[in-house]
């Protein structure tokens, strides 16, 4: 099953001239999937322990951030991993289209 990419007009000009394009959304996306992620899931465990050792009058509240967090580690780095998959594959095609023009 083969994937089209849709670029942007600055893609599709930077394209033409032989260039690859600097920065993309794919770019972005597996920043914050990745940044994301870490920070995420040290703030989640380090909430997580805190309340856990009933350092706080509201560990509950605490506990439960700390768990939704870390939860949302997981998402966070498939987010960052299909990003940079996804941006390799456009930097091979976009490699690959500018030997065969040459």
Same mark, same amino acid.
């Given at each position: 099953?083969?994937?089209? +990419?849709? =670029? ?14 600097? *920065? ?14 870490? +920070?995420?899931?040290? @703030?989640?465990?380090?909430? $997580?322990? +805190?309340? *856990? ?10 506990? $439960? @951030?700390?768990? =939704? ?7 966070? @780095? +498939? ?24």
């Amino acid at each position: 099953m083969e994937t089209t +990419i849709a =670029l942007t007009n600055k893609q599709n000009i930077a394209l033409y001239n032989n260039q690859e394009p600097m *920065w993309n959304r794919y770019h972005l996306f597996a920043g914050i999937g990745l940044g994301g992620g870490f +920070i995420a899931g040290c @703030f989640g465990l380090l909430l $997580t322990v +805190i309340a *856990w050792f009933g350092a706080t009058e509201s560990y509950s509240a605490m506990h $439960t @951030f700390g768990t =939704l967090l870390v939860v949302i580690t997981i998402p966070l @780095f +498939i987010l960052g991993a299909h990003s940079l998959d996804t941006l390799d594959r456009v930097t091979k095609e976009h490699r690959f289209q500018q030997k065969t023009k040459n």
